[in-house]
């Protein structure tokens, strides 16, 4: 047989083995739309009761004007809820936790326009579907659907939660639209950057347990004391800078941190005071604690230990010593530039 005869029947199997594939691929998609399908079929419609309202409304209090009574507490979890379309003429509530149903649209809550407390965990809410509330103040919606932040305006939300859902970008919180967001938990969600971040009154963010490699624009986080980014992949620590003046507490637990000279990235925090770096590979050596409190001298706490005098004693030493190793070398290597250009001439 000819080579081009060869390549012919080669490439020919490579086409086969493509569309062996593409069909394969199809018949898995298809085999995924037919059980969902099967699943929406299967899905029994769960509406809100007046047996389960009685049960769940509290908290009388003054209305607004002050002139009448109305309830302020909705707490109906755990019921399978997929419809509350009956809560819509309720709308002096105040605090409504719906966890635990089944509910994927939340439109009839649109109305409630002096909610300050709303939670909404472990549902199937693909989006959030709510216009701005006035007075909203805590947002949850950890365990759901959710794949993107758009649409996520509230002007006096300060807690934040989205856990646990399918999120894959930041993009979407910036401060025109969250202009008092204080505290953002994205933990176990498909992050692989922090980029999108706009957020400059966020002072705790949450984003452990991510596929996060990147730190991208937090250097506009001025106000930020506290930043979680456990188990996820993080083995460069640029992206910090002396603008984040208020950071007191970096977790950066069982990423990929090994070169004890990336610590000195985190020297322009001023007011970073404890670091986790346990379960990295920086941790296994074993002048450890040396080298971080050698590249961060205001440090205070190491993982879950305190730094006491003698350790301190230990890290000025070495710093000094590799100090004086610097200015030798640099000494040195000048000394030879020096000789080079004498034999040069």
Known sequence: MSDAESEHDEGAEEVEDENKSENEGEEEEKSEHGEEEAQEEAREEVPLTDEIIVQSLS????????????????????????????????????FVD??????????????????????????????????????????????????????IEQPRLEILNLNQNQIESCEGLDQSKLPNLMTLELRQNRLTTTKGLSLPNLKNLFL??????????????????????????????????????????????????????????????????????????????????????????????????????????????????RAEESQEAATEDGSKAGDATEGGD
Do not use: C
């Open 98 to 151: 719906l966890s635990n149903n089944g509910l994927r649209t939340i439109t009839s809550l649109s109305r409630l326009k002096f909610l300050l407390t709303l939670k909404l965990d472990a549902n199937e809410l693909s989006s959030f579907d709510l216009p701005p509330f006035p007075y909203l103040q805590t947002l949850r919606l950890s365990e759901n659907r959710i794949r993107s932040m758009n649409g």
């Open 208 to 321: 452990a347990a991510n596929e996060i490699t990147k730190l991208e624009d937090l250097t506009e986080l001025s106000r930020l004391t506290l930043l979680h980014l456990r188990d996820n992949k993080v083995g460069t620590l640029d992206g910090f800078s002396e603008n984040m003046k208020q950071l007191q507490y970096v977790n950066l637990r069982a990423n990929e941190v090994s070169d004890p000279e990336e610590l000195k990235k985190l020297a322009v925090l001023p007011m970073l005071r404890a670091l986790v770096l346990l379960e990295t590979p920086l941790s296994e050596t074993d002048s450890y604690r040396t080298d971080v409190l050698v590249a961060l001298d205001k440090l205070e706490r190491l993982d879950k230990d305190q730094y006491d005098e003698d350790e301190r004693a230990e890290a000025d030493d070495e710093r000094k010593r």
């Open 59 to 94: 908290l009388l209090a003054k209305t607004g004007n002050g002139l009448a009574h109305a309830y302020t507490r909705f707490e109906a979890t755990n019921r399978n809820l997929t419809d509350i379309t009956r809560l819509e003429p309720f709308v002096h509530l105040r």
